[in-house]
């Protein structure tokens, strides 16, 4: 009687690990296993499981083969940057849209929008779904000569440009700087090595990636963000039912603070001598100057790559508009 009483009782403890769904996932974090992204997401594959989710994690330092070996069916998921989830899903893809989220505040009013239930059709396209979005941290231009504090003067610099990122290759053009073809693997150490002037990168790749090397003695970060970055956990449509999908995009959102503790942590961390201050007056150009290529972007005109996805950029001008309503921007006859 007591083995049988032991019996039903061990059947009925492994019942709910024996239902879980197992989901395979490739994590890019450029550090490893060890990566703050990686372990983000660890925590994200724990509080799943108990939702019904159990999370396998591959860790990738190459985020191009995480996502080669996502297309190739080695893993149902993926965790990476929202650049190279584009091709997956444009809408959240184009959230690191040049200047187009100036505030951290901003991108907490965003996030909290498109986690909405209602938002659920806007994350599934082409046969994929978007189960999650964290911030990584805004990105910032690193350069090796404080000098270099203007638009105008990135006119003939090189900067090391991720060569699968077409918004960013557009933008180098534009102010008439040379691309100097690059990957996430490699752009750290072509600044570091003065094989490049500039690189964009959020606060961590300072320690993380070593890039005080790159900036030296003379250089330092120019204090605008560029794009606000985020890594964005993507599976085959139908690799987690709709109830599950919305679970993991409301798991994640309630990690934003926690990521933005990190990110947080990270920029604090940098000595502030090594920060470039950029006067009001001329972010208020930089501003308009960035608006105008992501409408360029966003219809794919003047010779400018279609990327954005017009209804994001839509949905980021109410956003800014709503927080700085004093923008020129909010009475543009060209509102994006």
């Not at 200047?99 to 505040?105: K, M, R, S, V």
């Not at 926690?258 to 006067?279: F, G």
Request: charged share 20%; glycine share 8%; hydrophobic share 40%.
């Amino acid at each position: 009687m007591i083995r049988e009483s032991l019996a039903a009782l061990s059947l009925a403890a492994a019942a709910p690990l024996a239902s879980a769904q197992t989901v395979s996932m490739c994590v890019f974090d450029v550090i490893g296993a060890n990566g703050d992204v990686y372990n983000l997401v660890k925590d994200y594959a724990l509080e799943m499981k108990a939702h019904g989710v159990d999370f396998n994690l591959r860790p990738y330092t190459d985020e191009g083969v995480a996502v080669g070996d996502f297309n190739a069916g080695q893993c149902d998921a993926v965790a990476a940057t929202d650049i190279r989830i584009r091709p997956f899903n444009r809408f959240t893809g184009s959230i690191s849209a040049v200047g187009a989220i100036p505030t951290y505040d901003d991108l907490e009013t965003l996030l909290a929008t498109i986690v909405q239930p209602k938002a659920a059709s806007l994350m599934r396209s082409d046969g994929y779904e978007v189960l999650g979005i964290v911030p990584v941290g805004a990105g910032y231009l690193f350069v090796n000569d404080r000098s270099i504090n203007t638009a105008g003067k990135l006119a003939g610099k090189r900067m090391a440009t991720l060569d699968y990122q077409r918004d960013a290759i557009h933008m180098v053009n534009h102010v008439k700087a040379t691309v100097v073809p690059s990957d996430i693997t490699n752009f750290a150490g072509k600044f570091n090595n003065g094989s490049v002037d500039t690189a964009y990168a959020p606060a961590f790749a300072y320690e993380a990636l070593e890039l005080y090397k790159g900036i030296g003695d003379k250089g330092g970060i120019v204090d605008y963000p560029l794009a606000q970055l985020t890594v964005q956990i993507v599976a085959r449509e139908g690799a987690l039912d709709d109830e599950s999908a919305q679970k993991s995009r409301e798991v994640v959102w309630d990690m934003f603070s926690q990521a933005m503790n990190m990110i947080e942590s990270q920029e604090k961390a940098i000595p502030e001598k090594q920060w470039i201050r950029i006067p009001d007056q001329d972010i208020t150009g930089y501003q308009e100057m960035f608006r105008e290529n992501r409408l360029e972007m966003s219809d794919g005109v003047n010779d400018a790559p279609s990327v954005y996805d017009p209804r994001m950029m839509s949905l980021l001008s109410k956003i800014r508009c709503a927080s700085n309503p004093g923008a020129s921007e909010c009475t543009a006859d060209n509102r994006e």
